[in-house]
């Protein structure tokens, strides 16, 4: 069974960068991603990663400021976010999918979620 803790959650100023950490446990090769929720707003998707790392795919507003990479050995997946913006705004949450292709993430077969971590994007 898989396992999700985020951190690295906070308050930021527009234009500034956050980098969050999922540390995971009971990995068996899963795919892994990034949703976010927006205050009164549903759960989107915002990045995913394939198992081994070579492989990635974003959300329209992520790709080019976002990126998500992965470290099987420390069993942590990472999200940099660069020139955020107050509508990046909400709780970050990590995900682990069902099988090892990053589509898994993004057709929504996931398996575990980690407990959210928010970042606040504020002048």
């Known amino acids: 069974q898989v396992r999700l803790v985020e951190s690295g959650g906070g308050l930021v100023q527009p234009g500034g960068s956050l980098t969050l950490s999922c540390a995971a446990s009971g990995f068996n090769n899963n795919a892994m991603g990034w949703f976010r929720q927006a205050p009164g707003k549903e759960r989107e998707f915002v990045a995913a990663i394939n198992w081994s790392g070579h492989s990635t795919y974003y959300s329209d507003s992520a790709q080019g400021r976002f990126t998500i990479s992965r470290d099987n050995a420390k069993s942590t997946v990472l999200l940099q976010m660069n020139s955020l913006k107050p509508e990046d705004t909400g709780v970050y949450y990590c995900?682990?999918?069902?099988?090892?292709?990053?589509?898994?993430?993004?057709?929504?077969?996931?398996?575990?979620w980690g407990q959210g971590t928010l970042v606040t994007v504020s002048s």
């Open positions: 995900a682990a999918a069902r099988g090892s292709p990053f589509t898994d993430v993004v057709a929504n077969a996931l398996v575990a």
